[in-house]
């Protein structure tokens, strides 16, 4: 079973970026989809980008025009590049294969972004 480790979040000021990271424990074979989700608290957990071996993406549209996610088929990692942040951009963050996998789910990385 492949598990995600997620790294880093950070507290940061709105308008700033940061760039999470992703390492799944194993190799990911083309043709899987792989996303970032993220949770607030008292929410659900939210879907924000999405991104396939060979490189096509989609993006929630809360976060589009400001979040970029990559992949390193290589590395076994996925990026998030986020810029612009807002505050209700606050969550923790995880990434999992897409459809999610239960067994799958990492710690995640909390990012705060303040006002």
């Known amino acids: 079973q492949v598990h995600f480790v997620e790294s880093g979040g950070g507290l940061v000021q709105a308008g700033e970026s940061l760039r999470l990271s992703c390492t799944a424990s194993?190799?990911?074979?083309?043709?899987?989809?792989l996303a970032w989700y993220r949770q607030a608290p008292e929410k659900q957990r939210e879907l924000v980008a999405t991104f396939r071996t060979g490189g096509s993406t989609t993006y929630s549209e809360s976060v589009k025009g400001r979040f970029t996610v990559s992949g390193s088929t290589a590395r076994n990692a996925l990026y998030l590049q986020m810029n612009s942040l807002k505050p209700e951009d606050s969550a923790v963050y995880y990434c999992?294969?897409?459809?999610?996998?239960?067994?799958?789910w990492g710690r995640g990385t909390q990012v705060t972004v303040s006002s």
């Open positions: 194993a190799r990911i074979f083309a043709g899987y989809i």
């Open positions: 999992n294969f897409s459809p999610s996998v239960v067994a799958s």
